[in-house]
Nanobody
Framework: QVLLVESGGGLVQAGGSLRLSCAAS????????MGWFRQAPGKDREFVAA????????YYADSVKGRFTISRDNGKNTAYLQMKSLKPEDTAVYYC???????????????????WGQGTQVTVAS
């Protein structure tokens, strides 16, 4: 019942910035906890960031803390991932995910989410 579409990926130089968007439809966006994950070639899917349905609480992987910011605009039914000081190791396909349970908690485990998007490629050149 929830469709998620990521956008904003592309090629960027190391040290640059990029903002990813995740547009949601099919359910009231404000009821969804949102998360971002990424998967690099040959590696397992990795948690990046999460935000509660209320937007009050956020959680970040240590690898991106201080560089990435997750946010949401419930009026636009969109979640964002602002990425700064990008590194080559940030290169991956980035996925947004939605949790429909409205727990008020943030989750770093993929299995806690019940919807996900198709992914958008982010490539950071050295």
């Amino acid at each position: 019942q929830v469709l998620l579409v990521e956008s904003g990926g592309g090629l960027v130089q190391a040290g640059g910035s990029l903002r990813l968007s995740c547009a949601a439809s099919g359910r009231t966006f404000s009821s969804l906890g949102m998360g971002w994950f990424r998967q690099a070639p040959g590696k397992d899917r990795e948690f990046v960031a999460a935000i509660t349905w209320s937007g009050v609480n956020t959680y970040y992987a240590d690898s991106v803390k201080g560089r990435f910011t997750i946010s949401r605009d419930n009026g636009k039914n969109t979640a964002y991932l602002q990425m700064k000081s990008l590194k080559p190791e940030d290169t991956a396909v980035y996925y947004c995910a939605a949790d429909s349970r409205r727990t008020g908690w943030v989750f770093s485990v993929w299995a806690e989410y019940d919807y996900w998007g198709q992914g958008t490629q982010v490539t950071v050149a050295s």
